[in-house]
């Protein structure tokens, strides 16, 4: 199995600040990857995939980087509603596998 | 717009079988380059997949659950059901039905459409 990590599991920051969740893949993807926000109580949305195809609606301050077994999710002035975990997932084969999640907590 | 309810028991008890239906509306659920997902999430932890459709017919199960998972589709009443055996605690968790759409090598992909979930609780 393609083991997910994502660091930091948790991160504090402020409205404004840039901040950069990092993704590590135990083999390479290419670049099957997907980018998902949950928020308490909710199913996850899908922000990202392809690693850096951003979805339609999805703010522009998001963004997504990386190939192989190195990727970034960032949120280049976060705001309100951005305070959230998020969950980078691999598709490149089964099983398929998700990080364990990074809290954004207001600092 | 697509649209995924999830129903079931809320309730189900040690070595129990629980059995969970996703409801398409909004779009087909038969069509070429989607499948159907799901998702499972225990109480404050992360997120597991758990089993995949094509629709094709296919099915991707996770090992962990090795048998006691079986998917199935019914295109007729647009539904997804998933059948869970011998449940124990360590089943309890909100279940997720997702539409997933297949990457260019049609293997597998992410997951763009989720219902709402919902909280399956093991217990006697």
């Known amino acids: 199995d393609i083991q997910m990590t994502q660091s930091p599991s948790t991160l504090s920051a402020s409205v404004g600040d840039r901040v950069s969740i990092t993704c590590r893949a135990s083999q390479t993807i290419s670049t099957w990857l997907a980018w998902y926000q949950q928020k308490p109580g909710k199913a996850p949305k899908l922000l990202i995939q392809k690693a850096f195809s951003l979805e339609s609606g999805v703010p522009s301050r998001f963004s997504g980087s990386g190939s192989g077994t190195a990727f970034t999710l960032t949120i280049s002035s976060l705001q309100p509603d951005d305070f959230a975990t998020y969950y980078c997932q691999q598709y490149h084969v089964y099983p398929l596998t998700f990080g364990g999640g990074t809290k954004v907590e207001i600092k | 717009q697509l649209q995924l309810q999830e129903s079931g028991p809320g309730l189900v008890k040690p070595s129990e079988t629980l059995s969970l239906t996703c409801t398409v509306s909004g779009g087909p659920i038969s069509s070429r380059g989607y499948y159907w997902g799901w998702i499972r999430q225990p109480p404050g932890k992360g997120l597991e997949w758990i089993a995949s459709?094509?629709?094709?017919?296919?099915?991707y199960y996770t090992v962990p659950l090795g048998s006691r998972i079986t998917l199935s589709i019914d295109t007729s009443k647009k539904e997804i059901s998933l059948k869970l055996t011998s449940m124990t605690a360590a089943d309890t968790a909100v279940y997720y039905c997702?539409?997933?759409?297949?990457?260019?090598?049609?293997?597998?992909?992410?997951?763009?459409?989720w219902g709402r979930g919902t909280l399956v609780t093991v217990s006697s």
């Open positions: 997702a539409r997933g759409r297949l990457n260019s090598a049609e293997v597998a992909g992410f997951f763009e459409t």
């Open positions: 459709i094509y629709y094709s017919g296919n099915t």
